[in-house]
């Protein structure tokens, strides 16, 4: 037999351990020292309460013959309606109506990322941001297709533009941005939007971050934008939205009009799904669905606005010390300029020893990255004032 030889081009991801193990060692050394993470890339906050009920009744229905739930209904790939139609809601609400058949329940964001392209051949061309979330590249380079990169750098804002010289089959984008926190407002979207259609490309628009968004004039969905039914894929999350990152769920919104190569990308998808997928688990579905409704909206709100505050409040920090930075505004993640022309680990191991204080190196998103670090709004109130105080404590002129 041979093995995927694609599997031995992947590059070590040394990122998240490396950060770890110089935490670990910083601790050891300095038992004494209160070491703040503003690393952390997972929320923090519980569950709001109607998940919770949602998923206790849930669990209620599965103990008795008469409610026991076994395989999903099999008409939307094991999604349940209840669920289905409270996603249209949260899209109805954005101004996007969409067609039951054209939501796809998920375990979550990354599974879609990269599940989504058994659709495509391995001869596409793929363009990546750079920096970007890393599993991206990672499974293009899984199943050996050709990647380029759009520079997302601080002359574009970390916001990358088509460019017309470039040709790509296949694009990532992600808005809000992890790392950079960056935006695309509507009319840079439109330009992708134009561009895919222009050239029969597909948009994988991951839209994992959106419930961040609360500037009216952005868009929290590529559906928001003309033309996107006709080149677009979005991959959805109640991971950052609703606390979701243990219990996963998401979902992935294929357009009816979606055709590429004279199919329908909805229904090569549907046949993906029902083939190599059976659904999300009934507690699951049920937690989720309890999230776009009215009180679900109102109690993920007072989670996301806590996160919020943390985040004006290291963007405050920053602002008095005069950094350059992109994010803060509509994400929870802050991508900062390292200070006096630090490399991202220099900085990384400044701010540790000197601060105590923990952020990610933004070399290890890709190339654009160097010289810039990662700040995330999803640690305690209390400690991300303490990690600002430090911070400006050890940064001011
Ligand atoms: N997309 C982006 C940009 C992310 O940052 C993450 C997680 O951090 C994911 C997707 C994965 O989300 P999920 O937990 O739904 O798999």
Same mark, same amino acid.
């Given at each position: 037999?041979?093995?995927?030889?694609?599997?031995?081009?992947?590059?070590?991801?040394?990122?998240?351990?490396?950060?770890?193990?110089?935490?670990?060692?910083?601790?050891?050394?300095?038992?004494?020292?209160?070491?703040?993470?503003?690393?952390?890339?997972?929320?923090?906050?519980?569950?709001?309460?109607?998940?919770?009920?949602?998923?206790?009744?849930?669990?209620?229905?599965?103990?008795?013959?008469?409610?026991?739930?076994?395989?999903?209904?099999?008409?939307?790939?094991?999604?349940?309606?209840?669920?289905?139609?409270?996603?249209?809601?949260?899209?109805?609400?954005?101004?996007?109506?969409?067609?039951?058949?054209?939501?796809?329940?998920? =375990?979550? +964001?990354?599974?879609?990322?990269? $599940?989504?392209?058994? #659709?495509?051949? !391995?001869?596409?061309? @793929?363009?990546?941001?750079?920096?970007?979330?890393?599993?991206?590249?990672?499974?293009?380079?899984?199943?050996?297709?050709?990647?380029?990169?759009?520079?997302?750098?601080?002359?574009?804002?970390?916001?990358?533009?088509?460019?017309?010289?470039?040709?790509?089959?296949?694009?990532?984008?992600?808005?809000?941005?992890?790392?950079?926190?960056?935006?695309?407002?509507?009319?840079?979207?439109?330009?992708?939007?134009?561009?895919?259609?222009?050239?029969?490309?597909?948009?994988?628009? =991951?839209? +994992?971050?959106?419930?961040?968004? $609360?500037?009216?004039? #952005?868009?929290? !969905?590529?559906?928001? @934008?003309?033309?996107?039914?006709?080149?677009?894929?979005?991959?959805?999350?109640?991971?950052?939205?609703?606390?979701?990152?243990?219990?996963?769920?998401?979902?992935?919104?294929?357009?009816?009009?979606?055709?590429?190569?004279?199919?329908?990308?909805?229904?090569?998808?549907?046949?993906?799904?029902?083939?190599?997928?059976?659904?999300?688990?009934?507690?699951?579905?049920?937690?989720?669905?309890?999230?776009?409704?009215?009180?679900?909206?109102?109690?993920?709100?007072?989670?996301?606005?806590?996160?919020?505050?943390?985040?004006?409040?290291?963007?405050?920090?920053?602002?008095?010390?005069?950094?350059?930075?992109?994010?803060?505004?509509?994400?929870?993640?802050?991508?900062?300029?390292?200070?006096?022309?630090?490399?991202?680990?220099?900085?990384?191991?400044?701010?540790?020893?000197?601060?105590?204080?923990?952020?990610?190196?933004?070399?290890?998103?890709?190339?654009?990255?160097?010289?810039?670090?990662?700040?995330?709004?999803?640690?305690?109130?209390?400690?991300?004032?303490?990690?600002?105080?430090?911070?400006?404590?050890?940064?001011?002129?």
């Amino acid at each position: 037999m041979k093995i995927n030889e694609n599997f031995l081009n992947l590059k070590d991801s040394y990122l998240f351990a490396t950060v770890g193990k110089k935490t670990t060692a910083f601790k050891n050394a300095h038992p004494d020292k209160d070491v703040i993470r503003l690393s952390i890339g997972d929320v923090t906050l519980p569950l709001a309460p109607i998940v919770i009920d949602a998923m206790h009744a849930a669990v209620e229905e599965l103990a008795h013959r008469e409610s026991f739930k076994g395989y999903g209904p099999d008409q939307y790939c094991y999604g349940y309606e209840k669920l289905i139609e409270s996603i249209k809601g949260s899209y109805s609400r954005k101004g996007v109506e969409l067609k039951s058949s054209e939501v796809f329940i998920s =375990d979550g +964001a990354k599974s879609d990322l990269g $599940n989504i392209l058994d #659709l495509f051949s !391995s001869d596409n061309t @793929v363009l990546i941001p750079d920096p970007v979330y890393p599993a991206y590249l990672d499974v293009n380079v899984m199943a050996g297709r050709k990647v380029i990169f759009a520079d997302a750098t601080a002359a574009n804002g970390f916001l990358p533009m088509p460019d017309e010289n470039v040709h790509a089959d296949i694009i990532y984008l992600c808005s809000p941005n992890n790392p950079t926190g960056a935006v695309y407002t509507r009319e840079q979207l439109k330009q992708w939007v134009d561009y895919a259609n222009r050239r029969d490309a597909l948009i994988l628009f =991951d839209a +994992a971050y959106e419930y961040f968004v $609360n500037d009216s004039h #952005l868009c929290r !969905s590529i559906f928001e @934008v003309e033309g996107a039914r006709t080149c677009a894929v979005e991959i959805c999350s109640y991971s950052k939205t609703a606390g979701f990152t243990g219990v996963r769920c998401g979902y992935t919104v294929v357009p009816e009009e979606l055709m590429r190569g004279g199919t329908s990308l909805n229904r090569l998808w549907a046949r993906r799904q029902s083939t190599k997928f059976n659904g999300v688990s009934y507690v699951t579905q049920m937690g989720a669905a309890a999230v776009f409704t009215e009180e679900g909206e109102k109690q993920i709100r007072e989670n996301l606005g806590y996160y919020r505050k943390n985040a004006e409040m290291i963007s405050a920090c920053l602002d008095e010390l005069g950094i350059w930075y992109t994010g803060g505004k509509n994400s929870p993640y802050i991508w900062m300029q390292c200070p006096d022309g630090m490399d991202s680990w220099e900085f990384f191991d400044y701010l540790l020893e000197n601060a105590n204080v923990v952020g990610t190196p933004g070399s290890g998103f890709g190339r654009n990255g160097e010289g810039f670090f990662r700040l995330t709004a999803f640690g305690s109130e209390e400690n991300t004032r303490e990690a600002c105080r430090r911070i400006k404590q050890l940064l001011k002129k």
